[in-house]
């Protein structure tokens, strides 16, 4: 068995938060929750995704993070460590399978995803969004979608940058890149909020994000805000453990979890208050689904001063957001890798990456070649779901939330009540009983709930 070619230890807390923003505050923060705001609601939606941060993804957040520090491992390393060294149960390992095998699943579409911004943004940069309507945009969708040369040559920059971060190590790779495209990605995010604020109708923007109506409260707003919580900070798949495992002891876990958590709830709003002021300026739909970043907002570029330039940035922001999430992600299989294999680093990033950009082909083709393929039908089921439409089925909506109610049941029943508080140190008996409450009931029934009712 190999050794890691560079210390699993963050160099310094500040390093370690600024990594950890960067992987949280991702695409999930900024696409995936306005489009979700504009589907639920607005600030319905955006209420319901705060509580359910702090009752059920800040206790959960914290669970996964002291498991990686207490096994100080990958994540297959610390579920071993816990059955050695602390005594739970030898099924626990079954997580460690659980989460290597989701973040693969995850990854292999996310580079897909992260293809799309890269995309757009080599778009508005060459040509631009000048005398774009609703009916062309959509054909610029349309035209990426049916390409499957344009989307795995998109994707494979991504693994390649990826790999190229990785293959320097943790400190050598992750913090530096982190280091400089986490504050720039800042930068980016509130130009576009101050343009976005002088140019276009911020008054609707925040009308429509920070005043809620509970009267228009549903199970499908509910479970949509409780889903982005948890897929946002991206637990339940040992991503965090990872980065838990490289904290050095003297780190307050309490502090670095809400740290992050704010901070990629700020960048979700930041985003949300840069788009819909154009949205509503423009006049269009805020409910357009996944497609308002890429057929609604190309409409407003076209139509606003300085379109080309805010689009730009924009796609700019989503690909350094997607570039600090996939190095965090791809370094839970790394890290395993070094420990069961005699290769160097660098040769097991770049076949881990070669095996996830292969596995991204089903994806690339699911929107294309394979988009009328439906694989359930082949065993007399009867859906319309194409293998992409399965495969984030799978990974998003049965693996994430059966890891998270692993992790919960892992720290609140499997360890002891005084092995939690020795690691999390929280200098407060109050607080620390309120979060094992959490962590031992609330997440616990939470995760149930959004589980039973998704299968539903």
């Known amino acids: 068995m190999s050794t890691a070619t560079a210390p699993r230890t ?25 489009y979700l705001a504009g589907v639920n609601g607005g600030g319905l939606f955006v209420a319901l995704y705060f509580i359910a941060l702090l009752v059920l993804a800040i206790p959960a957040l914290m669970a996964e993070m002291l498991l990686g520090r207490l096994g100080g491992r990958s994540v297959m390393g610390n579920m071993q460590v816990l059955v050695d060294r602390y005594g739970i149960a030898r099924a626990w390992k079954g997580f460690g399978w659980l989460a290597l095998t989701c973040i693969f699943l995850i990854l292999s579409f996310y580079f897909v995803v992260c293809g799309w911004m890269l995309y757009y943004f080599v778009l508005s940069v060459t ?31 991504f693994v390649a940058v990826t790999a190229l971060v990785l293959g320097f190590g943790v400190n050598k790779g992750i913090e530096r890149v982190a280091g400089v495209l986490t504050p720039l990605r800042f930068l980016i995010l509130i130009g576009l909020l101050v343009f976005a604020l002088a140019f276009a109708d911020a008054g609707a923007a925040a009308r429509f994000l920070f005043v809620p109506d509970f009267s228009q409260i549903s199970w499908q707003v509910v479970i949509a805000a409780v889903g982005q919580a948890f897929f946002s900070l991206g637990i339940g798949v040992g991503v965090m453990m990872t980065m838990g495992a490289y904290m050095k002891p003297e780190y307050s876990i309490a502090k670095a979890v809400l740290t992050v958590a704010f901070a990629q709830g700020l960048v979700a709003l930041l985003a949300g208050m840069s788009i819909f002021p154009l949205v509503f300026h423009f006049q269009l739909e805020p409910a357009q689904g996944p497609g308002l970043i890429f057929v609604t907002l190309p409409v407003a570029f076209a139509q606003m001063p300085g379109g080309a330039v805010f689009g730009a940035l924009l796609f700019m922001l989503l690909s350094f957001a997607a570039l600090t999430a996939t190095i965090v992600m791809q370094e839970s299989i790394v890290a395993w890798l070094e420990e069961r294999s005699r290769l ?35 065993i007399g089921i009867d859906s319309r779901r194409t293998p992409f439409d399965l495969i984030d ?63 539903g």
Not at 127 to 151: C, D
Not at 406 to 422: C, D, F, Y
Request: hydrophobic share 60%; with cysteine; glycine share 10%.
């Open 10 to 34: 963050w160099s310094s807390n500040l390093l370690f938060l600024i990594a950890a923003i960067g992987t949280e505050a991702g695409i999930a923060n900024v696409w995936k929750f306005s």
């Open 127 to 157: 040509r631009g969004f000048a005398g774009m309507t609703a009916e062309s945009a959509a054909q610029v969708q349309a035209t990426m979608m049916g390409n499957p040369v344009a989307m795995l040559a998109c994707s494979g920059f």
């Open 344 to 378: 160097g680093r660098r040769a097991l990033v770049w076949l881990s990456g070669l095996a996830i950009w292969l596995a991204g082909f089903v994806t690339v083709f699911s929107f294309n070649r394979w988009k009328d393929v439906h694989p359930l039908t082949w």
């Open 393 to 455: 089925y799978l990974a998003s909506n049965i693996m994430m939330p059966l890891g998270g109610l692993m992790v919960a049941l892992i720290a609140g029943w499997a360890l002891s009540g005084e092995t939690v508080a020795r690691e999390l140190r929280m200098g407060n008996a109050r607080l620390f009983k309120l979060w094992r409450f959490a962590v031992r009931y609330v997440v616990p029934a939470g995760v149930l709930v959004v589980f039973v009712s998704i299968q």
